[in-house]
């Protein structure tokens, strides 16, 4: 069985109750949602630079590494004159 409205309130009142009943909820999911959102968009900002920092290591490593294959070989070329003799 329905049950009827309190005669007691009037047309405004019973409005407004009907316009709380539907605004709440949805100011509520509305809020959550941007909510959400802020932190998507957070993170692909961390995302982003996080991106250019490693394409800036990766070409400082490139250098390092580049700068370091010379002195690699030549040492390794050294080693192995210094112990070739051991070997024979």
Known sequence: MATSPPRGLRIWQKLAAIYLAFTIPL????YLLI???SV???LAHKEFHGGRYLRV???ILQGVSSHRAPWNSLWASSI???FSPIRR
């Open 27 to 30: 100011a509520l999911t509305t």
């Open 35 to 37: 909510g959400e959102k």
């Open 40 to 42: 998507k968009i957070e």
């Open 57 to 59: 290591v990766s070409r």
């Open 80 to 82: 192995l004159t210094l």
